[in-house]
């Protein structure tokens, strides 16, 4: 059997805040108005498939769904700097685009600060120190600012979401396999997982402690340790914004039902033993920073795994 939905949606009157109607000098905050259009559009496809072979009986069923939403009209002011126009306008765009920089490691020494011929913090580099990121200039110009942003990616809703069931038996036996997963979002690393600090209020993870930048781990994950939190470090870049895509197991079970003429023995209709396992394999690329792509950048517990053993019986 195929399933196959596909859909598009128009809204109109979305509330916004009117400005491209109003001059830059009009010193008040305008209220809400039903202003914009924003449309969705997607699909989604089930196949199933059931068949058997002598004594064996298997079923499979994969799924996928994608799903996205563009600004088709919104009240903005018209931008003539061609910069602002890229990186602010969102008329004719998709509405979950993130912009930010661009990453090129750390400093790894006061002498390569000093002779950077770049501007990093737009204060001839005088607050920078080795262990601190390094952003690429996009364009060129030999100081970072705000015109070096590039698109980093989605956000954090998925686009694509896809799963797969897959179960057998034979004879007494019988397993069921879940497989899910997501992809087209990304996550940004926030708040404890930027702020590694010496006089933090945050009580951090101690892999991030053991990623930090030092002269003996100069490939590190994370920024080096600074006194305070380091707004030049946590600025929007692809070092806090990952990929959140994965594919995971999410639940496994192998099962055996005993011979009926055993049960009988004892006195019951069906007796069965099973052993499940939940998350248990995951694929993404979010390992090496212990995130849970399900649970977003706002984990705070690693991710949960289990195995049980169980029986049912049928009296």
């Known amino acids: ?31 809400q108005e039903n202003l914009n259009k924003i449309d969705n559009r997607g699909f989604e496809l089930v196949i199933r498939h059931n068949n058997a072979i002598g004594d064996f009986h298997y079923s499979i069923s994969p799924n996928i769904s994608w799903s996205r939403s563009k600004y088709v009209e919104y009240d903005e002011q018209e931008y003539t700097d061609p910069d602002e126009d890229r990186l602010y306008r969102k008329e ?98 926030t708040d404890h997982m930027q702020h590694l600090t010496i006089n933090s209020v945050w009580n951090s993870y101690k892999y991030l402690y053991d990623e930090r930048w030092t002269p003996d781990n100069p490939n590190a994950l994370f920024p080096g340790t600074t006194n305070g939190i380091n707004e030049y470090n946590t600025k929007t870049s692809d070092i806090w914004y990952k990929s959140a895509a994965y594919c995971r197991l999410k639940n496994i079970t192998l099962g055996y039902t005993l011979p009926k003429n055993m049960v009988k023995k004892l006195g019951i209709n069906k007796a069965r033993f099973y052993i499940s396992g939940y998350n248990l394999l995951t694929f993404d690329k979010l390992s090496d920073y212990q995130q849970d792509p399900e649970a977003g950048a706002s984990l705070e517990y690693p991710m949960y795994k289990s195995v049980s053993f169980g029986f049912n019986i049928e009296l």
């Open 92 to 189: 004719g765009k998709w509405t979950d685009i993130v912009y930010g920089y661009k990453t090129d490691g750390m400093f790894q020494s006061v002498e390569e600060i000093q002779n950077s011929e770049i501007d990093y913090d737009l204060k001839g580099n005088a607050t920078l120190k080795p262990g601190m990121v390094k952003y690429v200039d996009v364009n060129g110009d030999k100081k970072i600012d705000w015109r070096d942003q590039v698109k980093l990616g989605t956000g954090g809703i998925p686009k694509i979401m896809y799963g797969l069931n897959l179960s057998c038996d034979y004879k007494n036996f019988d397993l069921s396999m879940l497989f899910q997963g997501a992809a087209q979002f990304n996550i940004m690393f």
């Open 1 to 31: 059997g195929i399933e196959f939905d596909a859909f598009y949606r128009l809204r109109d009157n979305v509330l916004g805040t009117r400005s491209s109607s109003l001059p830059s000098t009009v010193g008040v905050s305008m209220p």
